[in-house]
Nanobody, 121 residues
Framework: QVQLVESGGGLVQTGGSLRLSCAAS????????MGWYRQAPGKQRELVAI???????NYADSVRGRFFVSRDNAKNTVYLQMDSLKPEDTAIYYC???????????????WGQGTQVTVSS
């Protein structure tokens, strides 16, 4: 019922930048928060950054000061600006949205398809 389309991944050198985007569509009444997770080979998926409906943001300690999350409510889109990238940032990045549908009172989480970010040393 909710579709998330991610884009912006790629291959960059250490110190480079990328900007990820995730656009949500469907029968959405409200999006409470939008965020980003990542999963590196052999590791569990971890929270990277999140932005709430009030605009409050939270970041993993490992990316704080380098990554910046923002949202465009009119477009139901969340962005992740990634600066000063390091090899340890290499992972598949997944968009995650907690949305309330027009057909239900309770919200649910939805996942994007993932986009690969690779940082060479």
């Amino acid at each position: 019922q909710v579709q998330l389309v991610e884009s912006g991944g790629g291959l960059v050198q250490t110190g480079g930048s990328l900007r990820l985007s995730c656009a949500a569509s469907g029968s959405i009444r409200r999006i409470n928060f939008m965020g980003w997770y990542r999963q590196a080979p052999g590791k569990q998926r971890e929270l990277v950054a999140i932005i709430t409906d009030s605009g409050s943001t939270n970041y993993a300690d490992s990316v704080r000061g380098r990554f910046f999350v923002s949202r465009d409510n009119a477009k139901n889109t969340v962005y992740l600006q990634m600066d000063s990238l390091k090899p340890e940032d290499t992972a598949i990045y997944y968009c995650n949205v907690y949305a309330e549908l027009t057909t239900a009172l309770l919200g649910n989480q939805y996942w994007g398809q993932g986009t690969q970010v690779t940082v060479s040393s």
